[in-house]
């Protein structure tokens, strides 16, 4: 069993910057590859940046060069830095992870808001 468990979203201006926190469970953490995803209201889950147990990492073409993942395996915690957002950067932030037995795991989700 896996928890997660996001925060950090907020409203931000247009601009503006905001780092969101995943906080996971188990002590084998350092081996799951972790990923961030977003929805915005009335469309689909959409794939923002992904990292392996190594630290290899993947991001949505669109989003590449503004949002930075990372992770902390002392501290079981992986990062999506956001820079430069935009008012269609608002939604649901989601953390994700898929263990070595295939279940997969969501966290709660955080609400980030852009302002124009």
């Known amino acids: 069993q896996v928890q997660l468990v996001e925060s950090g979203g907020g409203v931000v201006q247009t601009g503006g910057s905001l780092r969101l926190s995943c906080a996971a469970s188990?002590?084998?953490?350092?081996?799951?590859?972790m990923g961030w995803f977003r929805q915005a209201p009335g469309k689909e889950r959409e794939f923002v940046a992904g990292i392996t147990g190594g630290g290899s990492t993947n991001y949505a073409d669109s989003l590449k060069g503004r949002f930075t993942i990372s992770r902390d395996n002392a501290k079981n915690t992986v990062y999506l830095q956001m820079n430069s957002l935009k008012p269609e950067d608002t939604a649901a932030y989601y953390c994700h992870t898929v263990t070595s037995t295939g279940s997969a795991y969501w966290g709660q989700g955080t609400q980030v808001t852009v302002s124009s």
């Open positions: 188990g002590r084998t953490f350092s081996q799951y590859a």
